[in-house]
């Protein structure tokens, strides 16, 4: 599988954003896609995954309540729908897929194998 995400841009706080990840494979449905961020000076961390197809979704603290992460496998494609974006989410997001990872590292950057190049989400106070 390789990904390609796009979407990001510069958004007011408050508003409403959504990235796209397009997925290359055949075998797209059997993997756990996840979305993860990186701020300027800080570790790349993990924003919300989505467990190989089965509707189980699971997000970071920080982020329930306002983001989102549908996929369409009909079109291989995997989304971040932010709502109510604060300044804090300002962040390279990036896209990730795994077919091996378990539930235990789901949340780790290691865990992932297959990366989108990353999409850049400004959030203005």
């Known amino acids: 599988v390789q990904l390609q995400a796009s979407g990001g841009g510069l958004v007011q706080a408050g508003g409403s954003l959504k990235l796209s990840c397009t997925a290359s494979g055949r075998t797209f449905r059997s993997y756990t896609l996840a979305w993860f961020r990186q701020a300027q000076g800080k570790e790349r961390e993990f924003v919300a995954a989505?467990?190989?197809?089965?509707?189980?979704?699971y997000y970071t603290d920080s982020v329930k309540g306002r983001f989102t992460i549908p996929r369409d496998n009909a079109k291989n494609m995997v989304y971040l729908q932010m709502h109510s974006l604060k300044p804090e989410d300002t962040a390279v997001y990036y896209c990730a897929a795994s077919s091996t990872v378990i539930m235990s590292t789901m949340r780790e950057v290691s865990a992932y194998s297959t990366w989108g190049q990353g999409t850049q989400v400004t959030v203005s106070s």
């Open positions: 989505e467990w190989r197809s089965l509707s189980r979704y």
